[in-house]
């Protein structure tokens, strides 16, 4: 049987078939925006880039890496308000762990004091582990950064 009518039928079937197909395919797809990982990544990067700053004096960088740490940290939650091994919400563990350090960093940049800087900044880096730690990715252990990979980047403070 191929008549016009059962022609029209099966297209019609057919159209109907892709979108309940189309459908289901949203519904599995993964939250749209940056992954978990990658932002994480990127926050990896400011949080080296922020040594790196307040090591050369260079305040109004540091205040930079600091808002930019903090806008990561916010996307994070954002993006992913659970992760499959972080307890209760991302975003209200992040704040927990994460906002007394950074405004106790941002008070050393703002009084230009770099003997401050340089120990809140390991209570920082004590804080992300902190969060890896109970986020079960304790092998994830963030440090000081001895060299710096940014050679595309002038970190020294304007004269
Ligand atoms: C909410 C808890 C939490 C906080 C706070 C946190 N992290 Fe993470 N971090 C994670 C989790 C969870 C992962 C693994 C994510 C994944 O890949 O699923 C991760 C991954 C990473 C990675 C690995 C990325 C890669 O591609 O190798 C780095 C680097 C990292 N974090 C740096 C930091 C730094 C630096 C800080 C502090 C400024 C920080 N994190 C704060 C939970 C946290």
Redesign the pocket.
Known sequence: MNTPAHRRATAAGLVALGLVACSFRNVQKEPAGP????I??S??A??AKLWFAGQAGNWPLTAYEIDE?RE??ED??KYHPT????PGS?PR??AD??DGPLDAIELAVKAGDKDAFVQRYDA??A??????E????GF?R?VRPSTNPFTNQDFRAAR
């Open positions: 992954g978990f990982g990658e994480m990544a926050i990896g400011r949080h740490l990561g940290l994070v939650g992760h499959k091994t972080v991302v563990l992040t762990m994460m920082l880096t804080s992300c582990n902190a969060c890896h109970a986020s079960k990715f994830l963030v």
